[in-house]
């Protein structure tokens, strides 16, 4: 467990501020400027950073952060976060968030106004006058080296969830496909994972116990919520020092269908086709499957999950 900086009562904080490279366009990307506007009118030391892509944006920001920091705040939605996580988690360096993606689900279990800037800017700037909250974060191993957003091989954090099936699968299509852009690329590889649902055969082990179950959407869960408000667990705490995974078993595919819409108020817990189960370490293994976790690819499974407790000290 780390010990979290306590809060500097008016006092000037070193604060570097890292912006989502994809954010130069569309309706969040007045986002990044008006909080290094607003924490310098405040007197602090902000350092802002961009780079073309995520990658560049890691390399600068373990370049800033080598020097005695007071937070890090990210600006963008939970693929900024897992970047963020990945960068602080464990070193008791506060991360600051402010909501500006399609998918805010870590912001909003954090009870950050989400879709309002201005409230989120503004929110931050209150939480640097106090005491961080500290909860706790998943860290992966197993994973390859060609994982992407620049971290070290072998190893890497998320505070959301792991998805290790339906929606996993979608997400490995869809970065496989170069046309056509945006969103539609994402609906058709929907439409195309939805042809061919079947389940997979996945072999677990949670806290030394090992089982095998065939399902077609499996997640190990910190948070609540995946995809922009799914509850696919909907007991789960961010300091419980647990991770909730989340099992659907066999089912036809307008049975799946019909599923969907239950998780987004979390109707689903109560069916029989949906388990969960809870453990400190976790397992998963199905070959030919990719985990991705916070949206951003992790690697082919087997993957091994370990929560860590109070391994993340937020500003809320």
């Known amino acids: 467990m780390v010990s979290p900086q306590s809060a500097h009562d008016g006092e000037a904080l070193r604060i570097v501020v890292a912006i989502n490279p994809n954010a130069s366009f569309g309706r969040s990307r007045p986002v990044g400027p008006a909080t290094v506007a607003a924490l310098k009118a405040r007197g602090h030391d902000v350092r802002p950073l961009s780079a073309p892509d995520f990658d560049g944006l890691v390399r600068v920001a373990r370049e800033a952060l080598a020097e005695p920091t007071d937070a890090l705040v990210v600006v963008g939605g939970d693929g900024m976060v897992n970047l963020g996580v990945n960068l602080v988690a464990g070193t008791g360096v506060p991360l600051g968030i402010v909501p500006a993606g399609t998918g805010n689900d870590f912001a909003a279990a954090l009870g950050l106004p989400t879709g309002d800037a201005d409230a989120a800017i503004a929110a931050l700037g209150d939480a640097l006058e106090r005491a961080p909250r500290v909860v ?6 197993g994973v390859d080296e060609s994982s992407g957003a620049g971290q070290v091989a072998g190893a890497r954090w998320f505070a959301g969830a ?10 490995e299509r869809a970065n496989g496909m170069r046309f056509p852009k945006g969103a539609a690329r994402y609906v058709r590889a929907l439409v195309a994972e939805l042809v061919t649902l079947k389940a997979r055969r996945y072999h677990l082990e949670i806290d030394g116990a090992s089982s095998d179950v065939d399902s077609c959407l499996l997640s190990v869960a910190n948070n609540t919520t995946i995809g922009g408000g799914m509850k696919i667990a909907p007991d789960a705490l961010l300091d419980d020092g647990l991770l909730d995974v989340f099992i659907v078993k066999p089912v036809s595919r307008t049975r799946f269908i019909r599923l969907f819409p239950k998780v987004f108020s979390g109707a689903h817990a109560g069916l029989d086709i949906v388990e969960f189960r809870r453990g400190r370490r976790v397992t998963v293994s199905c070959p030919g499957i990719v985990g991705y976790a916070d949206g951003e690819r992790f690697g082919p499974l087997p993957l091994t999950i370990e929560v860590v407790p109070g391994a993340l000290a937020v500003l809320v």
């Open 162 to 171: 792991l998805s290790a099936g339906f929606d996993a699968r979608v997400n």
């Open 136 to 141: 706790d974060a998943a860290r992966v191993t």
